[in-house]
């Protein structure tokens, strides 16, 4: 089928690239010039697992990037809104969808056009955007589904591919039918609703799963002080079918730019209808805790910060990603340099994006040298690589053996038996 995909960022650029290579014929339309020059020559603006080499085999092929809306809409028969919201201090903003939906508007072609917006949203704004459409041109055949995003950063590709559930917001029929045969190669049970329940399930999804993560934080707090390990609490927890066993890896918290913004978000909407939404009040609160009580750990264990040097290891919100946005790795660094401590940093992929923001922190091209004469290894992000690191070699480089564990990867007893201190988030 020939679709666009409007938005060249995550979801847009690992949509396009895994949808061309199932060998539909696709425009990746962004109104950056410059990324979609960069993309042209094959430079991809993220790192994603398994993305560089779909796009790169099927660019100027069945993947053409371009910056106009006429050569990337009017021919397509199905056009996804893959575009960023915005979160101005604490309110949800659309507009960039709503941009994007009068610019397809002005340019659809004479036949029928399947529209379906990506971004996250929340109810009424279908509604709003059909209606902008409309206005800005009466006459075209097209029809708005909504089909609420669930893949994840680190996994865009794979998530794609695989998805767990499809859901469709929206009830016109013909439209419902060309997206099915759309995602026929990514089969997945297919869920049919109106658009406001599929606006919902979408902030109902990110929320849980952030509630989740802040339930097992809070618990990792108590098993510390009963002698517990968190750990095997979450393992035992997630071994009832009801519960599940992801989204129980205590430590730092979440961070990134869905979750945080989608709890923004769902709280803005709750005043809207002049209530709270409670529960999730906690869980940003719970979030937000983790980052102080990490910091607390190892100012207790270095006897305070000031001149102490630390390393830490992982910059990126997450493993698999060079996403920084809201990484908790810029708070925790924030804070240990305003209470005097000196800071070096390692992350395996973010590099350039990093030394733009950061400034007052050593970059070091590997652990080790960021290590060196440091008093605490400080792991923020969990990439895969720091499970195999040599601490036999880093007892060397050290000035202090303490090792402050912020998603509990390492083997307390290993490292203790080293000659390490180790301090983790809710394992003794
Ligand atoms: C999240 C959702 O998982 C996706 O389903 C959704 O499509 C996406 O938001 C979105 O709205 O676009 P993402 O933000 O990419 O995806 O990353 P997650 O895998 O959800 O991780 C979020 C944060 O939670 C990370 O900082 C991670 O370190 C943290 N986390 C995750 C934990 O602290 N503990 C866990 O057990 C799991």
Redesign the pocket.
Known sequence: MQAAFVGAG??GLSSAAVFADLGNEVFLLDIDKEKIAALKRGKLPIFEPGLEDRFKKNLGKTLLPTADYAEAISFSEIVFICVNTLSKGGKIDFSPVFACAQAVAQNLGGHLTVVVVRS?VWPGTLEEIEKIMRKENPQASFAVLFC?????????VE?TLHPNRIVIGGRDKKAVAISRKFFAKTPAPFLVTDFASAELI?YA??SF??T??SF??EFSRIAEKVGADIKDV?RGLGLDPRIGK??????????????P??LEAIGDLARTYGGSFEILVAVRRVNHRQHQIFIEKIKKALGGLKGKKIAVLGLS???G?D?LR???ALEIIARLRKEGAKVSVYDPVVVGKAKKILKGVRFASDPYAALKGSDCLALV??WEEFAKLDFKKIKTLMRTPLVADG?NIFDPPKLKRRGFTYVGMGCV
Not at 148 to 156: M, N, Q, V
Not at 246 to 259: D, E, R, T
């Open positions: 995550h979801v996250t609420p995003e669930f893949l994840r950063e680190g996994s865009a998530d979408k999804a990110n799963l952030a989740k993560i097992i934080n979450a992801s989204f129980l890896q205590a430590g730092l918290g979440f961070g990134g730019s869905c979750l913004k989608d919100f997450k493993p990603t996403d809201k990484a908790v992000t969990e998603r």
